[in-house]
């Protein structure tokens, strides 16, 4: 099987889905395997998301995820990352209201930028990302 690493950005637990998209989760076959609500800073934001640092939103982004916590989980089953990402629908939550109407970010999101979910986009930074939250993470 495979792990992914799943978070419910500020706006989505601010707004109270949490506990839809945990149903969401559980209902599509995924294991939580571990969770944690944290508040990161401007410099862990500023690490998870560096290969955004020269894009113009980079500090907007840097804002809004440290607008508030953010719930973390390790998410497993077979073919975890993409369907994962299938679940939560393009990262411009406006467009996902269009053209993917059941997706995560088409339930909570408002834009391109709060769009209340993230995914690992590849095994490599699945991998990256858990062990940025969860240190004791095992890869394989
Ligand atoms: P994530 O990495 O959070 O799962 P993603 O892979 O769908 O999202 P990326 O292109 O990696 O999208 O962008 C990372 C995050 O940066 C987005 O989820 C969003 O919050 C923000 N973002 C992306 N594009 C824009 C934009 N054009 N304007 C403002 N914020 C943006």
Known sequence: KEKTLALI?????????TDGIKRVILESGFSILMETI????????????AEHSSRTFFSSLIKYMTSGPVLV???????????????IGPTDAR????????????????????????????ALSAQREMSFFFKEISSD
Not at 38 to 49: G, N, R, S, W
């Open 9 to 17: 950005k500020p706006d989505g637990v601010s707004g109270n889905y």
């Open 38 to 49: 944290v508040q990161l800073d401007e410099d862990k934001v500023a690490t998870f998301y």
């Open 73 to 87: 989980m390790v998410l497993e089953k077979e073919n975890a990352i993409a369907h994962w990402r299938g679940l």
């Open 95 to 122: 467009k996902a209201k269009i053209t993917h109407p059941h997706s995560i970010r088409a339930m909570c999101g408002l834009d391109s930028e709060q769009n209340c979910v993230h995914g690992s986009d590849s």
